[in-house]
């Protein structure tokens, strides 16, 4: 993804997507009533901000393009049209698959029960979901991680010295990430009906200023064009407009 539309421009793609379809689906589903309401309406206004900046952010794409070519060097302008298209064209459909996560919260009221009746504070209860959400998601990525280390022999880089390093950092990565997901089950809890539309807005907005307060530490915008950068921040802009619109609803 670095080298196709990278870092900050993916995450931006991704957790838009994920605010776009992860926020309204379930009002659409569950609370179809409240769509014409003060809730509602300043929803669809969020994730409609949300998605007019996925296109800022993707317009910017086309831009990128002119840096990957300088950076490839042997690929013609073709090419890295292609691959900036295919790297837009991922991160897009990770964005969407990836809504699926908050559809295990929708649907998990018979788990949340049942960790309750076993003694589990209400609070708590949606921790069971994710037991059963990313057992899945850790599956699929085992194996075809495993995959891609046995195709390009690549395993022998675990015993490597920086290994240790590597792998404690992965550790705190995974760590910290899941207390942000337990802290996003209690979020919902606590907004009860729209706990799934609003809070999934909400825990997107650090996560999109995160990924691209990385994008600018690797220097990933070092060499790209004016034209690049205003179309990525006025995407970005839009962005975190629409899921301050989305916070904003919490409140109706």
């Known amino acids: 993804m670095r080298k196709t539309s990278g870092l900050a421009l993916g995450t931006a793609i991704v ?11 379930p009002l659409v589903l569950f609370h179809g009533e409240q769509l014409i309401g003060r809730t509602g309406l ?3 206004t969020g994730v ?8 800022l952010c993707s317009w910017a794409g ?3 393009k002119e ?15 292609m691959r900036v298209r295919k790297g837009v064209l991922l991160a897009i459909l990770s964005g969407a698959f990836g809504t699926m996560f908050n559809f295990a919260v929708v649907y998990g009221d018979r ?12 609070v708590n209860t949606n921790n069971v979901v994710w037991c059963v959400s990313l057992m899945g998601g850790f599956i699929v990525n085992s194996a075809y991680c495993g995959y891609l280390l046995t195709r ?16 404690i950092l992965s550790i705190v990565m995974g760590g910290t990430w899941m207390g942000g997901v337990a802290i996003y089950g209690m979020t919902v809890s606590n907004l009860e009906r729209f706990g799934p539309s609003i809070g999934w807005a909400l825990i997107q907005r650090t996560a999109i ?14 060499n790209t064009t004016n034209r690049f950068r205003c179309r990525m921040i006025s995407g970005l802009l839009t962005l975190l407009g629409g899921i301050a619109t989305v916070a904003l609803s919490a409140l109706g």
């Open 209 to 222: 200023m995160a990924g691209n307060a990385m994008g600018l530490i690797t220097g990933e915008r070092r």
């Open 42 to 44: 300043t929803l669809i």
């Open 111 to 122: 788990l949340r029960s049942l960790a309750e009746r076993a003694g589990a504070r209400p």
């Open 15 to 25: 957790l838009g997507m994920n605010n776009a379809l992860g926020s309204l689906l």
């Open 48 to 55: 409609t901000l949300m998605v007019t900046g996925v296109a």
């Open 62 to 64: 086309s831009i990128k």
């Open 67 to 81: 840096v990957l070519a300088e950076e490839a060097g042997n690929l013609s302008s073709t090419d890295s049209k």
């Open 152 to 167: 390009n022999r690549n395993w022998s880089l675990f015993t490597a010295r920086s290994s240790v390093r590597n792998s």
